[in-house]
């Protein structure tokens, strides 16, 4: 069904269905429909995309306008993708005034597809340090565990939260946190870091310090 669909049949009787849907229990999220993007300038390679129906859509984002402020009360500010008032133009500034400060050595690194290998069960776990509602728990499980409808066939998902749903930036920040805390706790001492979503750098005074930080990024390739 198309928002076109939805606003000819009436936006309201849509909704109002979708609501009792909720309140019964009885809602049941469909599976997503997943196209592949060319990645820019990486020829022959794509990125997946799965695109939720436009009912799991609205209840996504209601969703996700309940928890963002819950979970932007301990982001901490290394981190910028994917948050309100923050930008990738914050993030490269934070990166401009470090280097004025002397920390002209740069270790990038970009997480190997992490929307796609997030474990569900910590991820579940993280979200239920902040979030005790039942119902708001097994409606991220409903959501994870969806699937994805590929060429007629519909995938299971046994791990990662689909890029394309309007949740899933949060979720994967959510996850991401662990990585801030753990960096604030010690890895601050080799440099600063500054993260968009799961694209990470770590600026510092001195290229001996790439060698203490990359034995431990596994998951990771600078």
């Given at each position: 069904?198309?928002?076109?669909?939805?606003?000819?049949?009436?936006?309201?009787?849509?909704?109002?269905?979708?609501?009792?849907?909720?309140?019964?229990?009885?809602?049941?999220?469909?599976?997503?429909?997943?196209?592949?993007?060319?990645?820019?300038?990486?020829?022959?390679?794509?990125?997946?995309?799965?695109?939720?129906?436009?009912?799991?859509?609205?209840?996504?984002?209601?969703?996700?306008?309940?928890?963002?402020?819950?979970?932007?009360?301990?982001?901490?500010?290394?981190?910028?993708?994917?948050?309100?008032?923050?930008?990738?133009?914050?993030?490269?500034?934070?990166?401009?005034?470090?280097?004025?400060?002397?920390?002209?050595?740069?270790?990038?690194?970009?997480?190997?597809?992490?929307?796609?290998?997030?474990?569900?069960?910590?991820?579940?776990?993280?979200?239920?340090?902040?979030?005790?509602?039942?119902?708001?728990?097994?409606?991220?499980?409903?959501?994870?565990?969806?699937?994805?409808?590929?060429?007629?066939?519909?995938?299971?998902?046994?791990?990662?939260?689909?890029?394309?749903?309007?949740?899933?930036?949060?979720?994967?920040?959510?996850?991401?946190?662990?990585?801030d805390t753990a960096w604030q706790r010690g890895g601050h001492r080799?440099g600063v870091l500054v993260r968009y979503c799961d694209l990470c750098?770590?600026?510092?005074?001195?290229?001996?310090?790439?060698?203490?930080?990359?034995?431990?990024?596994?998951?990771?390739?600078?």
């Amino acid at each position: 069904m198309t928002v076109d669909a939805v606003a000819a049949a009436g936006v309201e009787e849509f909704l109002r269905d979708l609501s009792e849907q909720l309140r019964a229990h009885t809602y049941r999220p469909s599976p997503l429909r997943q196209v592949l993007i060319p990645k820019p300038g990486r020829p022959g390679e794509f990125r997946p995309l799965s695109i939720p129906t436009v009912a799991d859509r609205v209840v996504m984002t209601a969703a996700k306008l309940v928890l963002e402020p819950v979970f932007e009360a301990d982001f901490l500010p290394v981190s910028y993708g994917f948050r309100p008032q923050r930008s990738a133009i914050d993030a490269c500034e934070s990166v401009r005034v470090e280097a004025n400060r002397g920390r002209e050595w740069v270790l990038e690194a970009d997480i190997r597809d992490c929307f796609g290998s997030i474990r569900h069960d910590a991820l579940v776990a993280q979200v239920a340090r902040r979030v005790v509602d039942g119902p708001m728990l097994k409606l991220i499980r409903m959501w994870l565990r969806a699937g994805v409808l590929e060429d007629g066939a519909t995938g299971s998902a046994g791990a990662g939260t689909p890029q394309g749903s309007p949740i899933s930036p949060l979720l994967a920040n959510i996850a991401l946190h662990v990585l801030d805390t753990a960096w604030q706790r010690g890895g601050h001492r080799l440099g600063v870091l500054v993260r968009y979503c799961d694209l990470c750098r770590v600026r510092h005074r001195s290229h001996y310090a790439d060698r203490r930080i990359m034995p431990t990024s596994e998951t990771g390739r600078g």
